[in-house]
């Protein structure tokens, strides 16, 4: 409360009244400058000394830093010695310097707590000084009343140093609470002021009224002292109600403080934890009784001790050092696990926390230590741990591998033999580094069972591979179950992994050999069996349930005799007695399997005893393919010794007559020869006794013999069921069952499949029909009739109504048939492959002399076709090759040369007609050299490839012109020049064309009196261009060699060339696919023509 | 020697070298003539080799006229061998021959030659070849400054 009363003081009132000071300090300082003295005003050292107290009092509050108080000693020490100077001097009244030394006083002192009365009488005097001063003047008492004039202050002085004394006493009550001086407040705001102004007031009035004569002095006096009572009486009665409850409030606040320490006290005494009080030096102040319970002194005995006496010698230090640090400021608390030695000697955990608790002045008062004793927490720790070490021996002496896991999974503890097994160490392993050590394999399995087990709450159970030091893997069980607290909470995983290696090897060894053993039995070629006594199956293979057709469960419930019906039933159950007693028996006999065939068999049996049972067991062979190998043997020694007896079978000669008359494609006919089909076909009819036919490609009979009596007559029934006697309608009649069978089911099938065709005839016996190949071409088929014609009446009942004929017959026929094994029927059918491979390559051979002969007969006119080839091959010119051409020209350029040295540079020396000679055998060699460059481009003309594109024919005769426009302007001509169609040619050479034809036609012109040239086209239906003239022309007889090489139709003298121009024209236009001709009548002119396309190609095109 | 031969001028046939040297010499061309019988002497008389070992190299003629058909070595082998050598690749060649095959100018021109003329068997035109031949490569056209240090020395 004290404390707080001080922060209510407010610094308001000091710094109204330093404010106002210096403000009436200032006034009178400006008033004094300017020079409007007067006896109201302070003295210029006065004001200043006032301005600078006023300032120092505004500057005294409670937070003033050093300095600040240093700057007020200063000014107070300045305020003491102007006060004793002015005195001494008289440089100011005398009360004005005592006030100077009062309120000098006052600051020099005020922030000392010590001397506040001090300076509160000072206060007190200067203000009381002041307001007589003051006093005096407001009543207007003489100055001399009161000494000499020198004594009395200004009157603003006075009311400066009032405020000034007044500050001080606030700035008491803020800095040291002067309040608590008067009882309350109350008191204070309200007496005081009246205590002040009231006696002024009324003493001021009876003054005033005294002067006036209204009343005589005693009767003032009289008046003062009743008016005095009256207000003082008034004031006294409303402040003691005030200061009343005042009290009253107080009483209750004090009340409520003990209250609440008398709280605290209990509090502190009773609190379940030790609570003490400690002196900064250690020694205990105050201890409640938890803590003479823990540490066994009793509060007096601990009174006298400090806690270093108690404190056990390890943990001192520590707590010291950390003492040391609170009280340095470093921390504010701290907790401590420390050990206090009991007053019995004995040894008390306790966890310590301490805090300081510093006195008003930050120096530390004392030390709040709560201290709990924490050594059963400690027992159990300590035990916990033992029990955990304890388990670790107990895991590591376990043969299995052990660990644990935190709930959330994990490991946290593996054992001894987990490290020693795979040889890494445990920190490498603890989390989930152990599942590295699993088996690639094995670990998703593992996370997967792990996850299941944690999300079901069930136990683990894993088989997982770990991988030992040595990289070897070994089998583990894993096993894990929970472990829970007291709440049922899950703590731990506690696991362990036995090493089932060697028992799953042991597994998987006798489930081999399980398996073997089953395999081995359901490998045996026949039947195996255990029995009983009683001839139930013990024990079988799968081949008894497969051949019986019996299931398991069936071979169960039966016994060994349901197996066997009549006298083989009697039989095997007499030799099961026997092999029972002797100890071996075997028996052959017919094996009836659950869908009633009889299987011949032969069986044996030997008595052993299995589990103190005594059992036969045994085994059953199939011997029917051994009867059935006897029978065969039996059929082919019949057929040979048949053979023997009988001859060759007789064959042909059916009574509708020879189907080969009809045979129009005679192919294999023609080509085989109806002998060698003979033979190939009687081969199986010997072999068989049944039918064998060959078909051309269009199913005409190269050949058909129906030999066998049963093929016979049923051939022979189906044949009268046509109906007529021209077999070539009941070819067509689709009634002539065998031939149907024949040829549409069998023999055509195998040529559109182009394989073998194995059928069931309608004749009640098979059929088996190979394609005939000849090259890569089926040119027919042959095939012929197997298998033993039908003895069940059911089938007999039925051909008999198809074929429409008696039953007794069929039966009949069937029975002279002697069945053929199978062996000799797959003999047949190889046979027929190669029959038919043999017709095949003689038609193919025929084929080839035949084509042969045609290309023999062609032969002659071949060769001479090639030869002519050949020749225009060699005509081609192409020995004017490059080589030839270049040796050619050398010499003739040397003739000219030197023909043209002599002619020019040695003129002077030469003989009459010399020259003219000289000039021929340079015209010659010029005209040479003119053939050579011809020639060259006629050779060249077959090398050159053809470019050929839509051309202009007009653009090319407009070049071709150009450049033979030195010889047409010097002519007269008639040049005609009808329109041209675009053409499809080689440019450069369709030039060559037209310029040879254009210059001949100018050369053959030139002694015509008017020359007639005309160009143009016959556009009807092909395009056919030309070049007329009206000269010399030529006799048809010559057109054939117009086009030759070197083939001139006129003397050179006449009309020079070289004899190769129109040659080379009919290359160009021959390797267009072209054609050149040439009409002509002597003297009358010529027409050359020209196509630049085969003629079948126009026809197409138009 | 050699230092101020103009023309080498690569021919095997006698006739026409003395045809050639005519038509030169009746425009007053050059007398500075070098004269080789067959690709492979014209190759030593380039880089200097065999008979011509002592010839300053740094001498260049200013334009070789090259006949095709050449024993030893034929003429494209010729040129490709001074137009594939740093020393002699600046050195103007035209090929002088009697071919007019379009494979023979093709193929030249691919080497790099500078000029092809086909020898006319008329001499009149043959002169006329060569003195425009002469006048181009020896009076109008600028060899580079390599080619000229012979002239200078």
């Known amino acids: ?69 240093n700057l007020i000693n200063g000014i107070s020490l300045v305020l003491l010695a102007a006060g004793l100077l002015a005195m001494s001097r008289a440089l100011v009244p005398e009360m004005t310097a005592f006030n100077l030394l009062m309120s000098g006083l006052c600051l020099l002192l005020l922030f000392d707590a010590s001397r506040v009365r001090v300076v509160a009488a000072a206060a007190c005097a200067m203000a009381f000084t002041s307001l007589l001063g003051a006093m005096t003047y407001a009543y207007g008492v003489p100055a001399a009343a009161i000494g000499s004039p020198q004594v009395r202050m200004s009157p603003l002085a006075a009311l400066a140093f009032l405020l000034l004394g007044t500050g001080v006493l606030a700035a008491l009550r803020e800095h040291h609470g002067l309040a608590r001086i008067v009882e309350s407040q109350a ?163 306790v966890n310590l926390t301490v805090s300081l608790v510093r006195d008003e002045e930050g120096k530390p008062h004392y030390f709040v230590s709560a201290i709990e004793d924490i050594t059963e927490r400690k027992r159990i720790e300590t035990e916990l741990r033992e029990s955990e070490r304890r388990f670790r021996e107990v895991a590591n002496s376990l043969p299995q591998l052990v660990w644990t896991c935190t709930p959330e999974g994990p490991c946290d503890f593996l054992s001894r033999q987990w490290i020693d097994y795979t040889g890494i160490a445990e920190k490498n392993q603890l989390g989930f580094g152990w599942l590295q050590q699993l088996h690639p394999d094995d670990q998703q399995r593992t996370i997967d069972t792990w ?98 057709g019996y299931t398991r469960e069936e071979i169960d419930r039966i016994t060994a005799l349901d197996f066997f019906h009549g006298d083989d039933r009697s039989l095997i159950a007499a030799r099961i ?110 072999l068989l006794e049944t039918s064998s036919a060959v078909y051309e490609k269009n199913g005409d009979y190269a050949l058909g013999i129906f030999s066998s009596g049963w093929c016979r007559s049923m051939d022979m029934a189906s044949y009268e069921k046509c109906g007529t006697n021209d077999p070539e309608i009941a070819l067509r009649c689709g009634r002539w069952e065998c031939h149907e069978s024949c040829w549409n089911e069998a023999s055509r099938v195998s040529m559109e499949t182009n394989a073998p065709a194995d059928i069931e005839c309608r004749g009640g016996i098979h059929l088996y029909a190979v394609p005939i190949r000849a090259g890569d071409e089926i040119i027919g088929s042959i095939n012929f009739g197997y298998g033993d014609p039908p003895t069940d009446s059911a089938t007999i009942r039925e051909l008999a109504a198809r074929y429409c004929i008696a039953e007794q017959e069929l039966i009949d026929n069937a029975r002279q048939y002697r069945p053929r094994p199978p062996f000799i029927i797959e003999l047949a059918k190889e046979r027929l492959a190669g029959s038919a491979r043999l017709i095949g390559e003689i038609v193919q051979r025929r084929r080839a002399e035949d084509s042969l002969r045609d290309f023999n007969a ?67 060699a010029q005209q040479m050299g003119h053939l050579i460059d011809d020639l060259l481009t006629f050779s060249r003309l077959n090398r050159q490839s053809l470019h050929v594109q839509i051309v202009s024919p007009e653009t090319v005769i407009d070049e071709c012109l150009e450049l033979l426009h030195a010889e047409i302007e010097a002519r007269e001509l008639e040049l005609i020049r009808n329109s041209l169609p675009m053409c499809e040619a080689d440019g450069g050479l369709l030039k060559l064309v037209w310029l040879n034809l254009l210059s001949n036609a100018l050369k053959f012109t030139r002694r015509c009196e008017k020359a007639r040239i005309e160009i143009g086209c016959l556009c009807n239906g092909e395009d056919i261009y030309f070049v007329r003239d009206n000269g010399v022309g030529f006799s048809m007889k010559y057109a054939e060699k117009l086009f030759g090489v070197f083939q001139r139709l006129h003397r050179a003298e006449d009309y020079e060339g070289t004899g190769v121009g129109l040659a080379t024209v009919r290359r160009i236009i021959t390797r267009h696919g072209g054609k050149v001709w040439a009409e002509a009548e002597l003297n009358r002119g010529a027409t050359f023509f020209f196509t630049l396309k085969p003629e079948a190609e126009h026809v197409r095109i138009r | 020697m050699y230092g101020s031969v103009e023309i080498l001028l690569v021919e095997d046939n006698p006739d026409d070298v003395a045809l050639t040297l005519n038509a030169f010499r009746i425009h007053n061309l050059s007398n500075r003539i070098q004269i080789a019988r067959d690709g492979e002497e014209a190759l030593d008389f380039l880089f200097c080799r065999g008979a011509f070992a002592a010839r300053d190299c740094s001498e260049r003629p200013r334009v070789i006229l090259l006949d095709l058909k050449l024993p030893k070595v034929d003429g494209l082998e010729v040129l490709r061998a001074i137009k594939s050598d740093e020393r002699t690749r600046t050195i103007p060649v035209v090929i002088l021959t009697s071919s007019k095959e379009e494979r023979d100018i093709v193929e030249g021109y691919t080497l790099g030659v500078n000029s092809y003329i086909v020898k006319p068997v008329n001499f009149d035109q043959f002169i006329e070849a060569a003195r425009v031949l002469g006048m181009y490569w020896l009076l109008l056209n600028t060899p580079p400054a390599t080619v000229s240090v012979g002239d200078v020395s």
């Open chain 1, 1 to 69: 409360m004290h404390e707080s009363l001080n922060h209510d003081a407010s610094p308001l009132p000091r710094l109204f009244a330093a404010a106002i000071a210096v403000c009436l300090g200032i006034t009178s300082l400006s008033l004094n400058v300017t020079g409007s003295s007067s006896a109201l005003l302070m003295k210029g050292l006065t004001a200043l000394l006032v301005i600078v107290a006023g300032a120092a009092l505004a500057l005294s509050g409670r937070t003033l830093p050093a300095l600040g108080r």
């Open chain 1, 858 to 924: 062609t032969l002659e006119n071949r060769v001479r076709e090639r030869t002519k080839q050949l020749e225009d091959a060699v005509s081609e010119l192409e020995s004017f090759s490059y080589s030839v051409s270049h040796d050619l020209r050398a010499p003739l350029r040397a003739i000219d040369g030197f023909s043209n040295i002599i002619a020019t540079q040695y003129a002077e020396g030469l003989p009459e007609g010399a020259q003219s000679y000289l000039a021929r055998v340079r015209n010659n």
């Open chain 1, 577 to 686: 007695g026997e092999a029972f007693a002797s100890g071996e028996a075997s028996a052959e006999a017919g094996f009836v399997t659950r869908d009633g065939r009889s299987i011949p068999y032969y069986f044996t049996g030997r008595r052993i005893v299995l589990d103190n049972v005594t059992c036969l067991v045994g085994m059953g062979i199939d011997i029917s393919a051994r009867q059935k190998a006897e029978s065969e043997l039996r059929s082919i020694e019949w057929m040979l010794s048949r053979r023997e007896d009988n001859g060759p079978v007789s064959h042909g000669g059916q009574a509708y007559g020879d189907l080969t008359k009809l045979n129009r494609e005679r192919v294999i006919l023609d080509s085989v020869g109806r002998e060698l089909l003979d033979d190939i076909v009687r081969d199986y009819l010997n």
């Open chain 1, 451 to 548: 996850n299941a087990a944690v999300a079901s709450g069930n136990d683990l159970q894993v088989e997982f591979r770990v991988r030992r030091h040595d990289g070897e893997y070994r089998w583990f069980d894993t096993r894990a179950t929970r472990m829970r607290d007291s709440h049922g909470q899950v703590v731990k995983w506690f696991g362990s992994n036995t090493d089932i290696t060697e028992r799953r090897d042991l597994e998987a060894s006798a489930k081999r050999e399980s398996t073997f053993i089953t395999n081995a039995i359901n490998a045996l070629p026949g039947l195996f069996y255990v029995i009983d006594g009683e001839g139930r199956f013990l024990r079988w293979n799968e081949n008894l349930e497969k051949i019986s």
């Open chain 1, 187 to 349: 008191v204070l705001k309200r007496l005081l002021p009246a205590a002040i102004a009231v006696p002024f007031l009324f003493g001021w009035v009876v003054i005033a009224l005294e002067r006036r004569d209204a009343f005589g002095h005693e009767l003032g006096v009289l008046l003062l002292v009743a008016a005095f009572i009256l207000v003082f009486a008034a004031l006294v009665g409303w402040t003691s109600s005030a200061v009343e409850r005042a009290a009253t409030l107080r009483h209750e606040t004090e009340r409520k403080l003990r209250e609440s320490e008398r709280r605290f006290r209990g509090t502190f005494e009773q609190a379940a934890i030790g609570l003490a009080m400690v002196a900064p030096d250690g020694s205990w102040i105050e201890v409640n009784d938890r803590i003479t319970a823990i540490i066994g002194y009793s509060r007096e005995e601990l009174l006298g001790l400090t806690f270093q006496d108690i404190t056990h010698p390890d943990d001192l230090a520590t707590d010291l050092d950390l003492v040391q640090k609170v009280i340095a400021g470093e921390i504010a608390t701290y907790t401590l696990e420390k050990r206090y030695i009991h007053k019995n000697g004995s040894i008390v955990f």
